[in-house]
């Protein structure tokens, strides 16, 4: 038990050099690029910034959904010889409302919702998400199951999240974090940033772009669009409407790359974009059937510009123009290079942090740490002497692996998490408390100082183990089921109680082996 093999002996030792080789980058700027270079980051507390509780608009969802199945089952219901019908999505109940005006066709209007179903229902837990039902008068219902609607609310905030990240990534923003609250929340804190105003812009764009052929024929001025048809407000126009198809010829999921440039013979600000294979293809089909047509570009339901259509685009790159400034061009680039979010975003939440308020937490938590870390010192010299000195050294040494943990996980710290930093180091001499205290009591039995070492480690290590594991399991629960700060506490002090274990355990049990090795006493300093 007492007895430290030359390996194991470097492997201690390696473990506390790595750990305060890690710490570096923290205080030093890195040499070279190719270096990964981790550090601590300051949380929002700490270093200032913003602070965005944003809220996933569900109903856009749902709403997308039911339109997107309406005309799947318009079109379903035409090939199955229907003629006489009327689709209506009822976003209230999250169904369609399918009416069968001719007599005797039930059976295959029925025919052709199950195939629908079949066809583009999405499956959640192995349960498809669309359930056909009967109601009054004949009628067919297409209904959203619960489960799957949570399912969908889910995705859409998983796949938010990525779209927000990336967009705040491109804007330069250092270290933000990007998390989910609850079934349709996103957490959204930027340390540094004090006007979060253009971000709230980016963010608050759903951005997504649809290249949609021009009604010519059709007047925008009456008062209801014909079937098939919308009026949308033409930006490149002061707002007027234009009529437009519903009907989708590219979407900009297809698009590749988006850059903002200036055009070589007008010197306007345009976008200039790039479509995939899929994209090109079908943007090359439809310019080659409709050239003298107008081409409408479309984001978030309002028209960019409408582009008569000069000769067929075969090569996959296109031009969008529209009044920009580098700004807006450039915004708009980084938006459909980030991609569209699949539902839009509201502030519901927002709040700023002064870097003044950041360092002064600073200050009193580095104080609190200092003040704390010293008291530890005096009691442990104080009650255990020479092993008592053991153990501080440890202490050291466990703030170090400490910082190193963190730096290697880029985590970033809070103001809870600089308490738990303080409480682990508290914690950390709890182990040392147990092993000194058996050792004393093994010599007042009478033991040897070898064997009241030995077996004072040996009771102890038991205990020291039962406690750690039951506050390292609490502590893996309170990060899972936590939100924002307390993560950041449960972090801290779960990595701290790893640290404390191999710091009492074998750090310090390094110290008295070498100690008693070198001396040989008859009487241990306890």
Excluded at 463 to 487: C, E, K, Q, W, Y
């Amino acid at each position: 038990m007492m007895y430290f093999s030359r390996l194991k002996t470097m492997l201690v030792l390696g473990i506390c050099l790595l750990g305060a080789l890690l710490c570096i980058p923290n205080v030093l700027p890195a040499p070279a690029q190719w270096l990964p270079w981790h550090t601590i980051s300051l949380g929002l507390d700490l270093r200032g910034g913003s602070y965005l509780l944003m809220q996933v608009d569900m109903n856009a969802v749902i709403r997308e959904r039911l339109d997107g199945l309406a005309d799947t089952a318009r079109t379903d219901l035409r090939r199955a010889g229907i003629v006489q019908f009327t689709v209506t999505p009822q976003q209230a109940q999250k169904r369609l409302l399918v009416t069968i005006s001719e007599t005797g066709k039930q059976a295959a209007a029925r025919a052709a919702l199950e195939r629908l179903i079949r066809d583009n229902a999405e499956t959640t837990n192995g349960t498809p998400d669309l359930v056909l039902s009967s109601a009054a008068n004949g009628n067919l219902l297409v209904t959203l199951s619960p489960a799957a609607l949570t399912a969908r609310s889910i995705a859409a905030v998983q796949q938010s999240i990525e779209i927000v990240r990336r967009r705040i990534d491109q804007t330069g923003v250092v270290d933000p974090q990007i998390e989910r609250e609850g079934n349709n929340r996103i957490v959204v804190q930027l340390p540094g940033i004090q006007d979060p105003n253009r971000i709230k812009e980016l963010l608050g764009k759903t951005a997504h772009m649809t290249f949609r052929l021009v009604a010519e024929n059709v007047n925008p001025n009456v008062a209801v669009p014909p079937p098939g048809i919308e009026f949308l407000p033409d930006e490149s126009m002061g707002g007027q409407k234009l009529a437009v198809r519903k009907r989708v010829e590219v979407d900009g999921a297809n698009l590749t790359d988006a850059r903002a440039s200036t055009n070589s013979q007008t010197g306007e600000w345009v976008v200039n974009f790039t479509l995939d294979s899929v994209g090109t293809r079908r943007f090359a089909q439809v310019s080659r059937n409709n050239v003298g047509h107008r081409f409408a570009i479309i984001l978030d339901n309002k028209i960019i510009s409408a582009p008569v259509i000069r000769e067929p685009i075969t090569g996959g790159r296109g031009e969008i123009s529209g009044n920009f400034t580098a700004k807006s061009a450039t915004d708009l680039a980084l938006l459909l290079r980030a991609g569209a979010l699949p539902a839009p975003l509201t502030v519901v939440e927002e709040r700023s942090v002064g870097p003044e308020l950041g360092a002064d937490a600073i200050r009193a938590g580095a104080i609190a740490l200092v003040v704390g870390f010293v008291l530890v010192n005096i009691f442990m010299a104080v009650f255990y002497g020479l092993f008592g000195l053991f153990a501080n050294i440890a202490l050291v040494v466990n703030l170090v692996l400490m910082l190193a943990v963190l730096s290697i996980f880029q985590a970033t710290l809070t103001l809870p998490g600089m308490a738990g930093i303080l409480l682990t180091l508290g914690m950390a001499v709890d182990a040392n408390i147990l092993i000194n205290e058996r050792i004393r009591e093994e010599v007042r039995n009478g033991r040897t100082p070898i064997n009241a070492m030995e077996t004072g480690f040996r009771r102890a290590y038991n205990t020291i183990i039962d406690s750690n594991a039951t506050a390292f399991l609490a502590h893996v629960m309170l990060f899972f089921f936590g939100a924002g700060p307390v993560r950041g506490f449960a972090v801290t002090i779960t990595v701290g109680i790893v640290t404390s274990l191999f710091t009492a355990t074998m750090l310090v049990r390094l110290f008295m082996i070498r100690w008693y090795a070198a001396n040989r006493p008859q009487v241990l300093p306890v």
